[in-house]
C-alpha cells in the first residue's frame, strides 16, 4: 500500500517562507512525477507544482519565481519550497504521486497539510 505523508504546514507571516515535505512509504518515488496541489476553502483545488520522474519542473503562473518544487528520490521525499508567502497562498496542501503503466494512470494522494498565511 502507497502512503504519502505531508509535513510543515504552519502559520506564517505574510512574505515568509515555508518548506513542506512529503514523505512515501510502500514505492520507490523515482518512478512517479510528483505534484502539490492545494484547495482553499469554498475553491477548487489547484495544481501548484509537478515535478516529473525526469525531473522537469513546472509551477502555476501565481507562484512562478516564488515555490520550489525538488525530490530526493533516496529519501523518497519531494519538497516545496515556499517562499515571499502571500494571504492568497492560505489553503490545505495536498502531495500526489503519479504514474502511467500500460495504459493506466496510478495517483496516490497524502493527507493533507494546512498552510495558513495571515498577520
Known amino acids: 500500500q502507497v502512503q504519502l505523508v505531508e509535513s510543515g504546514g504552519g502559520l506564517v507571516q505574510p512574505g515568509g517562507s515555508l518548506r513542506l515535505s512529503c514523505a512515501a512509504s510502500?514505492?520507490?518515488?523515482?518512478?512517479?512525477?510528483l505534484g502539490w496541489y492545494r484547495q482553499a476553502p469554498g475553491k477548487q483545488r489547484e495544481l501548484v507544482a509537478v515535478i516529473t520522474s525526469g525531473n522537469k519542473t513546472s509551477y502555476v503562473d501565481s507562484v512562478k519565481g516564488r515555490f520550489t518544487i525538488s525530490r530526493d528520490n533516496a529519501k523518497n521525499t519531494v519538497y516545496l519550497q515556499m517562499n515571499s508567502l502571500k494571504p492568497e497562498d492560505t489553503a490545505v496542501y495536498y502531495c500526489?504521486?503519479?504514474?502511467?503503466?500500460?495504459?493506466?494512470?496510478?495517483?496516490?494522494w497524502g493527507q493533507g497539510t494546512q498552510v495558513t498565511v495571515s498577520s
Open positions: 510502500g514505492t520507490t518515488f523515482s518512478f512517479y512525477a
Open positions: 500526489n504521486a503519479a504514474r502511467l503503466r500500460f495504459g493506466n494512470q496510478y495517483d496516490y
